[in-house]
DNA sequence: TTGTATGCGTTATCAC
DNA sequence: GTGATAACGCATACAA
């Protein structure tokens, strides 16, 4: 079933079918009842491939998510809805896993779909500069793997949240209570992500609170449990309470694992927050209903989502958008930390 | 850059190029690596709509997901990477909301794609009769609504629990454990789909164990929550718990939704499993991680993807199959249930 | 307002 | 082993 067999059925041309199928100006409002009657009655369906091959551009972009199983990726989702239907964009949403290579990913679809934009969520892009040429269309990097030097230079919009920074935050916060002796739930050793941005930020802040950074104090993800998982979070957490070494405070860098974190606290013999305290990272509903209620940094999920939209949206009208915006995460006190004294 | 370009700039037609790209035979291996090489220095990725178009036939298949946030189906995931991967199946993973026509996606999508198979993941068939004869390739039916009786005429395979049966199953256990007075926390009001099935098979066991049906037991799902996630479990259990009528333990539909459940009964001034028990289904894994550790009823992801899998590629390979596989649950119990004298 | 003709970038079918 | 060339299904410039 073609555009062909509709027409004719309908005894007109393909052109007039074509018409009548994309709204196009200059149709006989009769003669296009007559043919959507038919289309539908027929149950026709272009085919996608003809018309992407065929169109000179669409009103479409994308947005491409690398991880799967990242809840915070997951609560954007419908900011970007509401986003594009504002712009009067359609979307489409890619999910690849980590291993793939977004920007060859994004190219394919770029071509495939004559998407007019494209965003990437996560992820870490090995290297801006080229991406641009190859994607050869607008782009914009959110919550994208990179510290303010690496990117400073680089032409991509981005926006993100300055990961080292943040991560200061939390220690600054649990030191603020009265914290000395702060544990780590990073990443996997090899990571070159925000993972390691966080940590690196949780190192900084150690030192300029004259406390020395201590190996044993880092507990790793396991290379062979999925990533930013509960399971991986609790292997990691379970290591470090087997060290011995004591301390009084989790700094988790990402909420999912944070309930991995409790878990292990309580199968050790311990609880939260009287033993161990704990605070999370990136704000996921989810945490609300953790108990204790996870004391998390939120990311500003929603206004991330705009701003990217935003930015993407000025691009594809002709602006020239360099801009990279870093926000600001906002801690949520709840119940999952204790003052000491 | 097409393939055009790649076929002038290495002195050959396009035909060589063509050859070259999709490892066809009857070509020189040196004029492959040429070409090869040049592909790769000049980055050239071929237009898929165009090979799409072209293409009499692929090796891909497709799983159409209904329902963003069911962790259960995000489980499932990597299972249906191995058994395509076996298969030596290419496929793409395919979202769609939960207003989406499931069956004109799919259309769209086989179209489009050449897909030589599909599975449906989740939803609700309206028709399983014309589904196929839209679709006109394979399809396997996964874990999507519908009782045995409506299924058992269609020639559809399909591969799910007796949704109704295993929800009986938790009641009966509940039972077994000495309650009497047990509330569900079930979908919304208007549901047609797994939810109805679920709390119909609560109504049948209540029955067989001579408690009679309460609808002042049953917490639906707020209209303006999004679905089965942690507030809409917490919203309807604490619509049940402020109703003031006595009872001892919940049944929860789904494992996310258990998570505010526990969050409500605690705001509720109770403890989870002092005063109210709780069984979730499903079996995620996060369920693990939660404490009390949640007893669930597990569905079997692995041997239901596996399963899948299979029958769409006896399918593909011309075998008739019309088989309906119907799964047991397993009961997990963790900590989330106290007996009753 | 409608129809005709062309080409989008590729694969498939021939010839050579 | 390689090269022409005809489709694939559609949108669109142009003619009618």
């Known amino acids: ?56 551009y669409s009103h479409m972009a994308a947005i491409m998510v690398k991880g799967f199983n990242n809840p915070f990726f997951q609560s954007m989702l419908p900011y970007f809805q509401k ?28 071509k495939e779909k004559k998407l007019r934009g494209i965003i990437f969520l996560g992820g870490r892009m090995q290297d801006p500069q080229v991406v641009m040429r190859r994607i050869q269309v607008p782009c914009v990097l959110c919550s994208v793997a990179g510290s303010y030097e690496e990117y400073a230079s680089s032409p991509l919009p981005y926006v993100s949240i300055d ?19 702060i544990a780590i739930i990073a990443g996997r050793r ?23 950074f201590d190996e044993d104090l880092v507990g790793y993800m396991h290379t062979d449990i999925p990533e930013y998982t509960e399971a991986s979070g609790y292997a990691a957490a379970m290591d470090l309470l087997c060290r011995g070494r004591e301390f009084t405070a989790f700094f988790v860098i990402s ?56 930015m993407l949206m000025m691009q594809i009208e002709g602006e020239k958008v360099t801009k990279h915006e870093l926000y600001q995460t906002q801690l949520c006190e709840r119940e999952s930390v204790k003052s000491l004294p």
Chains 1, 2 share one sequence.
């Open 190 to 212: 090899d990571d070159t992500t925000v993972a390691l941005h966080r940590l690196n930020g949780y190192r900084r802040a150690l030192g300029a609170h004259g406390i020395g």
């Open 83 to 110: 986003g594009f239907d504002d712009a009067g964009f359609q979307y489409i949403i890619h999910f690849i896993n980590e291993e793939a290579d977004e920007a060859y990913e994004a190219e394919k679809l770029v």
């Open 163 to 181: 990961d080292t920074e943040e991560a200061a935050r939390v220690v600054d916060y649990l030191c603020s209570r009265g914290h000395r002796k």
């Open 255 to 310: 909420d999912r694992m944070a309930m991995g974190v409790y878990k292990a606290v309580y199968d050790f013999g311990k609880r939260v927050p009287e033993d161990y305290s704990v605070v999370g990272f990136d704000g996921i509903e989810s945490t609300r209903y953790m108990t204790p209620a996870l004391t998390t940094m939120a990311q500003p999920a929603e206004k991330m989502v705009q701003s990217s939209v935003d």
């Open 1 to 56: 079933m073609t555009i062909k067999d509709i027409a004719e059925i309908c005894n007109v041309s393909i052109s007039t079918v074509s018409r009548a199928m994309n709204d196009a100006p200059g149709i006989n409002s009769e003669t296009r009842k007559r043919i959507m009657k038919m289309v539908d009655e027929l149950n026709y369906v272009p085919n996608n491939s003809a018309r992407n091959l065929k169109r000179t």
